[in-house]
């Protein structure tokens, strides 16, 4: 399968609708958060609600509550990982849009979403 498809996001809901340390640290938890490949135009909405994922593509101006934005070679560092998205978007590499404490406060249930998302078998 494709990274950053239908299909690979179709299987990290998959995945985390299964995975009981996901449910433990998602319990309760909604939100949307839009992923965009800049340099492609592919954009795709991660939607949790009461920590039940659900994942479909999107245009990268459709409403959400946190918005990641960068070029394919960054998210293809992220996938290997080579980087994350806290130094993705420190250093420049990556926008962010949204409530940065927010997004803070969310950051037990980001790292098991990014350690799903790598166990997912992908071409890069």
Not at 6 to 21: H, P, T, V, Y
Not at 44 to 65: C, F, Q, S, W
């Amino acid at each position: 399968m494709k990274y950053f498809s239908s299909e690979f996001f179709g299987e990290l809901a998959q995945r985390l609708n299964a995975d009981a340390e996901w449910k433990k640290r998602a319990e309760g938890l909604t939100t949307k958060i839009t992923l965009t490949v800049t340099d492609r135009g592919w954009s795709y909405l991660i939607e949790v609600t009461n920590g039940t994922v659900g994942a479909r593509a999107t245009k990268p101006d459709d409403p959400a509550d946190f918005k990641f934005e960068g070029p394919y070679d960054v998210w293809q560092k992220i996938a290997a990982g080579q980087s994350d998205f806290n130094t993705a978007v420190m250093t420049g590499k990556m926008k962010f849009r949204g409530s940065l404490p927010r997004i803070m406060g969310m950051q037990p249930q980001m790292t098991r979403l990014t350690q799903v998302a790598k166990g997912i078998p992908a071409e890069v």
